[in-house]
């Protein structure tokens, strides 16, 4: 049995859409990882890509995202999906596969990537 701690869960941010992408996360480190190697750097962008793959689909997620950066619209799904702004802007980031790199690699969203 794996036992997650309140503090690994960090449930005390006030914010429920960042409680859920937490606890999201913090699911992708035990599906994926177990209860080895957290804390790595490409451990945790792979939980947090597991975050946002579970809380915002793909095929679903990509049929509502905007085609230009549409400030109103995007505080609008960020109401709909229940995640961050910051959670939704990761997730526009991503190429929707391997094949459609090329394509979505214009994408307006590129510009919100953390330096």
Avoid: N
């Amino acid at each position: 049995m794996i036992r997650m701690t309140l503090e690994s869960a960090d449930v005390d941010k006030g914010d429920r859409a960042r409680s859920r992408f937490d606890a999201a996360h913090e699911l992708g480190h035990l599906v994926i990882h177990g209860a080895e190697f957290w804390g790595l750097t490409e451990v945790e962008k792979q939980a947090h890509g597991f975050a946002a793959a579970f809380l915002m689909p793909r095929d679903q997620i990509y049929r509502e995202l905007p085609q230009r950066v549409d400030w109103p619209s995007l505080f609008q799904l960020k109401r709909r999906w229940q995640v961050s702004l910051a959670a939704l802007l990761m997730r526009a980031r991503r190429p929707r596969s391997r094949l459609g790199q090329a394509r979505c690699a214009g994408r307006p969203y590129d510009k919100f990537r953390r330096s």
